[in-house]
C-alpha cells in the first residue's frame, strides 16, 4: 500500500506548512525590497531591472526540477530545494551592488522555481491518492503564507531593523521549519523502470494548452498586484492610502477563495469551476476598466482575486494527471504559466503609455474572459479501470472518493 494511503491526514498538513514557507520567503522578501532599493541606492529603472531576475532565474531552472525529483524522490528533493529557497533569501539584502543583487535574485529565483515543481509535484501526488481536491487549498495556504510574513516584515521595517540581520535570521529559522517540516512527507518515487525526463526540454505538447490557461490566470494576477494602487491613484483619483487598500483587498480574496476552493471544485469539477471564475472574474475587469471611483475599482479588484484563485492550482493537477512524469508535466506548465509573470507588468504599462491604464486592464478582462473558453484544458481525463472489477452489464465504478462529476 503507498505510504500517503496509511496516514493522508499527515500528509496533506505536511505539504500544506511546506505551501506556507514557501510563500513565507515571498512575503518577507517584498517587504524589505524598499530598504534594498535605499541601501544600493537604486533608481526605478535599475530596481526594474533587479526585479525581473527572479522570474529569469525560475524559467530557467524549473526544468532541471523534474529530474530532481526522479532522481532522489518526492521527499528528499521537495525538502532539499524548499531549504535552498529558504536560505537564498538572506542573499539579495548582501549585495553590494546592482550586479551582484541581479545574481543574487537571479539564484533565488532559481531556487523558487525548482522547489515550486517540486512541492506541487507531491500536492498532485498525494490529492491523486487521496481521491479529492485538495490543490486549492494548498495554493490557499501558500497564500496565508505570504500574507502572515508580510506582516512581519512590514513591523521590522517600522522599527528600521536591518534588511540583512532581519533576512538572514528569517531564512535560518524557516530553513529549519522546511526540513522538519519535509521530513513528515511521503516519500513518493517514480515508477520502477520509468525513463528519467532531461537535464532541460521544452515544455510537452500536453502542457502547452493547460499552460495557457494558467497564463491567462497570472497575467490578471500579475497585472492586479503591481498595477491595482496605481490604477486607483491615477484613473480614479484615491488616496495613497485607499490605493494601498486595493491590493490589499485583492491579496485576501484570493487567499480566502483559494482556502475554500476545494469545495466547490469537488462539487462542480475542474471545468465547470474555470468557467465559473472566468465569468467572475472577468465582471471584476469590467468594473475595474470603466471604473471612477475607488468604490467601483476595489470590489473590482476584489472580484478579480476571486476569478482567478482556483486557476493555477487547477492547472497543476491537470499537468500532473498528464500521464508520464508529473513532475516535468508541472515543470512545463509552471513555465509557460510564469512567463506571464515576467511579462505582464511590462505589458501593463507599454500599453497604458501607449493608450492609458483603463486600456491595459481591457487586455486583462480579455485574458479573463478566455479562461471561459480555454478550461476544457483542464478536463480530467477518463478513469482507468481494471475489466476484472468492471460491473457485468453496467458503467465503470468511479473512482474511489471522487465524485462522477468531478471527472468531467
Known amino acids: 500500500m503507498p505510504e500517503i494511503l496509511k496516514d493522508p491526514r499527515r500528509a496533506r498538513v505536511s505539504i500544506a506548512l511546506v505551501f506556507a514557507l514557501h510563500g513565507s520567503v515571498t512575503g518577507t522578501f517584498a517587504t524589505r525590497i524598499p530598504w534594498i532599493q535605499h541601501h544600493l541606492d ?8 533587479a526585479l525581473v531576475m527572479p522570474a529569469i532565474g525560475s524559467s530557467l531552472a524549473m526544468p532541471l526540477a523534474g529530474r530532481i525529483v526522479h532522481r532522489f524522490g518526492g521527499r528528499a528533493a521537495t525538502g532539499a530545494l524548499v531549504t535552498l529557497w529558504c ?24 531556487t523558487a522555481g525548482m522547489a515550486d515543481v517540486a512541492m ?4 498532485v501526488e498525494i490529492e491523486e491518492r487521496l481521491g479529492r481536491s485538495i490543490m486549492s487549498g494548498l ?45 513528515q512527507l511521503p516519500d513518493i518515487r517514480s515508477k520502477p523502470g520509468e525513463e528519467a525526463p532531461p537535464h532541460f526540454a521544452l515544455p510537452p505538447r500536453s502542457a502547452l494548452a ?16 503591481d498595477w491595482s494602487g496605481v490604477y486607483l491613484r491615477d484613473v480614479t483619483g ?21 482556502l475554500a476552493g476545494d469545495a466547490a471544485i469537488r462539487r462542480l469539477g475542474p471545468v465547470p469551476a474555470t468557467r465559473i471564475s472566468g465569468a467572475i472574474a472577468t465582471v471584476g475587469g469590467l468594473l475595474v476598466v470603466f471604473a471612477d471611483t475607488p468604490w467601483l475599482a476595489i470590489p473590482g479588484f476584489a472580484l478579480i482575486g476571486i476569478g482567478i484563485a482556483v486557476v493555477v492550482p487547477l492547472a497543476f493537477a491537470a499537468a ?67 475489466p476484472a472489477q468492471r460491473p457485468a452489464g453496467g458503467p465503470a465504478a468511479a473512482v474511489e472518493g471522487v465524485p462522477s462529476n468531478a471527472r468531467r
Open 120 to 123: 506541487n509535484a507531491q500536492g
Open 210 to 225: 493547460i499552460g495557457l490557461v494558467g497564463f491567462c490566470a497570472v497575467f490578471a494576477e500579475g497585472a492586479s498586484m
Open 87 to 110: 536560505l537564498s533569501l538572506a542573499l539579495p539584502a548582501l549585495a553590494p551592488s546592482l550586479p551582484l543583487l541581479c545574481l543574487s535574485l537571479l539564484v533565488y529565483g532559481a
Open 320 to 386: 500532473g494527471r498528464t500521464g508520464g512524469n508529473p513532475s516535468q508535466a508541472i515543470a512545463g506548465v509552471a513555465t509557460v504559466t510564469y512567463t506571464s509573470s515576467l511579462i505582464a507588468p511590462a505589458v501593463i504599462g507599454v500599453l497604458a503609455e501607449a493608450t492609458s491604464l483603463s486600456v491595459s486592464f481591457a487586455l486583462v478582462t480579455l485574458l479573463a474572459a478566455a479562461l471561459i473558453l480555454s478550461a476544457g484544458a483542464l478536463r480530467r481525463p477518463p478513469a482507468p479501470v481494471d
Open 42 to 49: 537604486l533608481g526605478p529603472g535599475q530596481l526594474g531591472l
Open 238 to 258: 484615491a488616496s495613497a492610502t485607499v490605493a494601498a487598500a486595493a491590493y490589499t483587498a485583492f491579496a485576501l480574496t484570493m487567499a480566502v477563495s483559494r
Open 139 to 183: 495554493h490557499g495556504m501558500w497564500s496565508v503564507g505570504t500574507l502572515l510574513a508580510s506582516a512581519v516584515g512590514v513591523l521590522a521595517a517600522h522599527q528600521n531593523l536591518d534588511a540583512r540581520l532581519q533576512l538572514a535570521i528569517t531564512a535560518g529559522v524557516l530553513a529549519v521549519l522546511a526540513q522538519l517540516v519535509s521530513r
